[in-house]
Nanobody
Framework: QVQLVESGGGLVQAGGSLRLSCAAS????????MGWYRQAPGKQRELVAT???????TYTDSVKGRFTISGDNAKNMVYLQMNSLKPEDTAVYYC????????WGQGTQVTVSS
């Protein structure tokens, strides 16, 4: 059983940066997939960024060049560096890890003001 806790969200002006962190209660060394999702009010949850076990990363088009996903197996952490934030990035951001089954965090709010 793995528990995930996100942190690092907050209020930022457009053009600013935030780094989201996802702390796992157990080892993520054997994780197949680590990812960040977001859900804006009235919208479906969408995939933002993914990191696969081999290190390959993918991003949704709207965040390419601005967001970077990374992981630290030694610290059991997953990060999302978000630069050049836009008001449309406003959402609750969730961490997801797949280790035999999927685990989700409770989410952290990111609000970008114009």
């Amino acid at each position: 059983q793995v528990q995930l806790v996100e942190s690092g969200g907050g209020l930022v002006q457009a053009g600013g940066s935030l780094r989201l962190s996802c702390a796992a209660s157990g080892s993520i060394f054997r994780a197949n997939v680590m990812g960040w999702y977001r859900q804006a009010p009235g919208k479906q949850r969408e995939l933002v960024a993914t990191m696969y076990s081999g290190g390959r990363t993918t991003y949704t088009d709207s965040v390419k060049g601005r967001f970077t996903i990374s992981g630290d197996n030694a610290k059991n952490m997953v990060y999302l560096q978000m630069n050049s934030l836009k008001p449309e990035d406003t959402a609750v951001y969730y961490c997801r890890i797949v280790i035999q089954r999927e685990y989700w965090g409770q989410g952290t709010q990111v609000t970008v003001s114009s």
